[in-house]
């Protein structure tokens, strides 16, 4: 279960110098399209953190292609280690009023970009390890161990609604969308290692469905990948009801997904059938070690139209191996 106290920082396992804590602040505005991240993973046993903004409203394979990026990799954590209000030499400042309910995100680069927005939990923080809420952890699912390595090793999602207002280049666009954020403590290797395909479709405040599964890339770029349910649950008229049963197929081009399906069924029995396309794509690398293949999709879920991320991430060694073989 997560407890108020897990919007803060938690005391790291080890003092292994890669322990790391995640905020990531994912949304969109799906007539532009736009998908925007806010996201920052502080190294606390060493003092710092690593952020990234991102915006972007068109399919492109390099960071520097998207309407803005701007990635920090050393700015010192503030003294005093506060997770519910922070504001880092990058210009991004988050302070959360209410634990794990409400978070204020302000952003400015100074002259380019200005983003502000709020927060609101349409959920309590679904606990991937907790067998309560995770049917998939409860019955020991092949796969249900699933943590990405340790990264996850402390770790929840929560689906909330999302407004306020981006200015960028001097064009402001107002932000009022359902999405959904996570957070994440544990070990996290610079070195990615394993994939993970993290992804939610939004169809309302009433209707929502987040998945994390898991799928190997290993026929390279092109090749359609079936996917494994791990963890996920569907947010229906504000009842949070934990996935036990799921598959799917992506079809791939440059690693990026081209055509998703899946079926997911909850613990209740009802079977939710989705189809995806991408709207956009990028290469959001979160550290330098792994590229999430970022799109934000358009849902069809029986009858429904939906927006939401996909985030397809790769460690680079198997990318670099994978693009080897020419």
């Known amino acids: 279960m997560i407890h108020p106290e897990d919007a803060q920082f938690h005391e790291p396992t080890s003092a292994d110098p890669l322990w790391g804590e995640t905020n990531y602040f994912g949304l969109y505005l799906p007539d532009v399209p736009m998908n925007i991240g806010v996201y920052a993973l502080f190294r606390t046993n060493v003092g ?21 990026w701007d990635a920090w990799a050393q700015t010192p954590i503030p003294e005093s280690r506060d997770l519910l209000d922070y504001r880092l030499a990058s210009g991004l400042h988050v302070v959360c009023s209410e634990p794990n309910k409400v978070w204020d995100v302000d952003y400015d680069d100074g002259g380019t970009l ?16 907790d067998p ?32 306020g207002e981006l200015v960028l280049r001097g064009r402001r666009y107002e ?20 994939t993970m395909c993290w992804l939610h479709s939004h ?17 390279g770029p092109a090749a359609a990948t079936p996917l494994q349910l791990t963890h996920g649950y569907v947010l229906d008229k504000g009842e949070v009801i934990g996935l036990k049963a ?39 690398q979160a550290w330098p070690g792994t590229v999430g293949h970022n799109v934000l999709a358009r849902w069809e879920c029986q009858g429904r139209t939906g927006y939401g991320e996909v985030m397809d991430f790769i460690g680079l060694h198997a990318l670099t191996e994978t693009y080897s073989r020419g």
């Open 48 to 68: 710092v953190v690593t952020t990234n903004v991102s915006v972007n409203t068109r399919k492109v394979l390099l960071p520097w292609a998207a309407d803005y």
């Open 114 to 129: 200005s983003l502000h927005f709020r927060y609101t939990a349409l959920m309590d923080g679904f606990d991937i390890h």
């Open 132 to 163: 309560d809420q995770d049917p998939m952890v409860a019955a020991q699912a092949a796969g249900s161990d699933f943590s990405w390595g340790q990264a996850y090793s402390g770790h929840f999602d929560q689906t909330g609604h999302f407004e």
């Open 175 to 194: 932000i009022d969308c359902v999405s959904t954020m996570d957070h994440s403590w544990g070990v996290r290797q610079e070195r990615q290692q394993t």
């Open 203 to 219: 169809f309302s405040r009433d209707l929502a469905v987040h998945a994390i599964f898991d799928f190997d890339p290993s026929g």
């Open 246 to 284: 799921g598959r799917g197929n992506t079809d791939r081009s440059d690693f990026y997904p081209q055509r998703i399906q899946l079926s997911v069924t909850d613990v209740r029995d009802r079977e939710w059938n989705l189809t995806g396309s991408p709207l956009t794509t990028f290469p959001w």
